[in-house]
């Protein structure tokens, strides 16, 4: 049924210290394309959470002890596991998510990238010498890790988000337990069973897989031996997530939720512009936190603009993910497309009009999750469209006047994670980039996270860096050292 040529990826129970762990308890896994049953996945809760905490703990001191070469060796391996499992791990991606299967191969490349960036890294984690005040004195500061990580990942990324929490820690030194969506939990289990394999150490990666979100969370978040916390979701839940951390004094990292602006003045190349906003506004039928959500088009261009993107919008292609012609796939589950239903009839009864969409065959209107790509021009950023993440392949168009007025609207909004704009000003670019108050502008460019790059919001988007030189800095802690006595 599942089609994979290593059907050991395809484990059904929580990893802990080293081994698969089954329970009588089971909660079922669904293809979001046609609601066909794909496994029955053990149900575990506070108790294997909690033990997983223990092992990670256990496991730590020894793993931060091995010399940063020999973690990154380690990490490479993993690297090339992933590599080398690449379309078994799509395929399960897109059975369980629902993208079509050339974005879950990116996928994979995109989270094996992080693994093999922070392999890199590992071995750069430089202290420093200061300046003393006085001859008797040295200064230096050391960085060690900060102990046992635990997270919270989502649905949407199932492998990459997971993968890329986990390689800046390991390759700091901590250890690391996951707790995966139970919407999407086969990826993060696929990618333990690769972990086992080159050989990380008992405890060091552990993922325990169950419904009671609240349960695992609250251990995650309060347990006296997890030393950070790190999720990626929506901005009402990890609020209530760092305020369970607060108790403990956790170090937290949060990747909360987004309102992405993607701004078209009227110097832009409109063309350049098209192609942009279809790569960032229905990757993964758009269910992104970095999802073009507001369009704002400057009123010289909107009709073009709008024009344009019906057309491109026209030609995208509904279905299922395994279906290589597929470009936009199933949303998550009912709840998503009714979500994103309620968001477009509210902006239609409030004066937007649809444009364009695509037609949905009687077969995906019965079975699956779709919800037609669409085009709404005549918006305002008044509307719910506007103020709420999406989450689905719809585009709201939205004129503005001048940059000012551009600049205005993308910031009216309580979220700051990123944004996108389309200028060839040279003087526009930097003036506008430094004044929209986003953690990532991405600017005449559609596809903005790589593992390069810091990724991270700011205001209620949250806190912390993932990826880059900085993505490690966040399970690091800074230790100074005062040596005294020094002129005897």
Known sequence: MHGLSDNALLQKGSFINGRWEVSADTFEVRNPANGQLLAEISNH??????????????????????????????????????????????????????????????????????????????????????????????????????????????????????????????????????????????SALAVAELARRVGLPDGVFNVVVGTDSAAIGKVLTQHPKISKFSFTGSTATGSKLLAQCAEGIKRTSMELGGNAPFIVFDDADLDAAIEGLMAAKFRNAGQTCVCSNRVFVQQGVYD???EKLAKAVAELTVGDGLVEETKIGPLINEAAVEKVSDLVSQSLSQGASRLGSVSLSAEQQARG????????????????LARNEIFGPVVP???????????AQAN?????????????????????????????????????????????????????????????????????????????
């Open 397 to 407: 168009l939205i004129p503005f006047e001048d940059e000012a007025d551009a600049i």
């Open 45 to 186: 809760g506070a108790e294997a959470a909690t033990a997983a905490v223990e092992a990670a703990y256990q496991a730590q001191k020894a793993w931060a002890a091995l010399p940063a070469a020999k973690r990154a060796e380690t990490l490479m391996a993993w690297h090339d596991e992933m590599l080398a499992h690449q379309e078994d791990l799509a395929r399960l991606l897109t059975l369980e998510q629902g993208k079509p299967l050339a974005e879950a191969r990116g996928e994979i490349a995109y989270g094996a990238s992080y693994i093999k960036w922070f392999s890199e890294e590992a071995v750069r984690i430089y202290g420093d010498t200061i300046p003393a005040p006085s001859g008797d004195k040295r200064l230096l500061v050391i960085k060690q890790p900060v102990g046992v990580v635990g997270s919270i990942t989502p649905w949407n990324f199932p492998n990459a988000m997971m993968v890329r929490k986990a390689a800046p820690a390991l390759a700091a030194g901590c250890t690391f337990v996951a707790k995966p969506a139970s919407e999407t939990p086969l």
């Open 304 to 306: 073009a603009f709008a």
């Open 412 to 488: 009216d909004s309580e979220f700051g994670l990123a944004a996108y704009f389309y200028s060839r000003d040279i003087g526009r670019v930097f003036r506008v980039s430094e004044a929209l108050e986003y953690g990532m502008v991405a600017v005449n460019e559609g596809i903005l996270s790589n593992a390069a790059a810091p990724f991270g919001g700011v205001k209620a988007s949250g806190h912390g860096r993932e990826g880059s030189k900085y993505g490690l800095d966040d399970y690091l802690d800074i230790k100074y050292l005062c040596l005294g006595g020094m002129d005897k």
């Open 369 to 384: 999750f779709y919800y037609p790509p669409t085009v709404l021009t005549g918006v305002s950023n008044a509307m719910a």
